[in-house]
């Protein structure tokens, strides 16, 4: 039926009844609204299903919205346009493999988050990160607790790299 005010079971769309709303638009009281932009489909007036190609943004299908910049838990995926929630055990990433920060027991280590630090790092368990041994440190467990020494520094007192014992040692 065309020009029509109003529809009872269809949905009313430029003076037509029509049974699904085109893209860009969502059925509400028998009525076709068009999504607030940036949204390209929608759920609702707040919800959205997809976001504008050009409009510069990214889905967050978690929050049903369109973002220029994806929140710390998720990265920007270029090719989907999406915001993608980091992978665990990253808290926060740059990207799906790059963390920035780790959960908890887990360090982070060359943009990856890891459950023991390599040989020359200790374990920082304050910032979760894998911290390098200070010189002459060669194996640590904390910035002032050395493990072993590099040379001339062959000794250890008290935890400490020394180039000789103190008297009496």
Known sequence: I??????????????NCIAVCP???????HVCLRCASPCNTCQNQ??????LLL?????????MTCS??????????SSTLNCEPCQSPCVTCS?????????????LYNGRCITSCPANF????????????LSPCQACISS?????????????????????CPNNY
């Open 23 to 29: 893209v860009s638009h969502y059925g509400l009281n």
């Open 55 to 63: 409009s510069g943004t990214y889905y967050i299908a978690s929050s």
């Open 2 to 15: 065309n020009n029509c005010t109003s529809c009872r079971y269809d949905y009313y769309h430029n003076g």
């Open 46 to 51: 707040s919800a959205c299903l997809s976001c």
């Open 122 to 133: 200790y374990a920082n368990t304050t910032t979760n990160t894998c911290n390098r041994c």
């Open 68 to 77: 220029s910049t994806c929140p710390s838990t998720f990265s920007a995926n």
């Open 144 to 164: 002032l607790n050395c493990l072993t020494c590099l040379t001339p520094f062959l000794y250890l007192y008290p935890n400490q790299c020394v180039p000789s």
């Open 95 to 107: 990207s799906f493999s790059t963390c920035i920060t780790c959960i908890a027991s887990t360090f």
